[in-house]
């Protein structure tokens, strides 16, 4: 079966800079590794700040890790999705090495398993 990878690599493009934008924005790219991402809050200037606005920082950059932990997991499997594309892997199950169904690829261009093999989540 071939299907045209054109509509899922297009998801999967917009879906990363959508991504990306959302990271920019509870976060900053580390400078030695532009895959990876840090919390960051509002200002990094909290030196002379009172302690009540410091426990709000804090508040704000547990909040913030939480978020960019979540968008961080999705950023990489979108990533690892483009790897596919390029690797000519992409659709094909991880496990049974079946191509992945058209509508699960819809709903989730990022997915490395077909519905079978799909580990339930929560
Ligand atoms: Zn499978």
Same mark, same amino acid.
């Given at each position: 079966? @071939? $299907?045209?990878?054109?509509?899922?690599?297009?998801? $999967?493009?917009?879906?990363? @800079?959508l991504?990306?934008?959302?990271?920019?924005?509870?976060?900053?790219?580390?400078?030695?590794?532009?895959?990876?991402?840090? @919390?960051?809050? @509002?200002?990094?200037?909290?030196?002379?700040?009172?302690?009540?606005?410091?426990?709000?920082?804090?508040?704000?950059?547990?909040?913030?890790?939480?978020?960019?932990?979540?968008?961080?997991?999705?950023?990489?499997?979108?990533?690892?999705?483009?790897?596919? $594309?390029?690797?000519?892997?992409?659709?094909?199950c991880? $496990?049974?090495?079946?191509?992945?169904?058209?509508?699960?690829?819809?709903?989730?261009?990022?997915?490395?398993?077909?519905?079978?093999?799909?580990p339930?989540?929560?």
């Amino acid at each position: 079966m @071939a $299907i045209d990878l054109k509509p899922f690599e297009e998801k $999967i493009n917009e879906e990363l @800079a959508l991504v990306e934008r959302e990271l920019a924005s509870v976060g900053r790219r580390n400078p030695g590794n532009k895959d990876d991402w840090e @919390a960051a809050t @509002a200002d990094e200037d909290g030196s002379q700040a009172d302690p009540n606005e410091n426990a709000d920082k804090f508040e704000e950059l547990g909040i913030n890790e939480a978020i960019l932990a979540d968008l961080e997991t999705r950023y990489r499997e979108l990533k690892a999705a483009k790897e596919r $594309i390029a690797e000519g892997v992409y659709g094909v199950c991880e $496990i049974s090495g079946e191509p992945i169904e058209k509508e699960r690829l819809e709903a989730n261009p990022a997915a490395r398993t077909c519905l079978k093999h799909t580990p339930h989540r929560k």
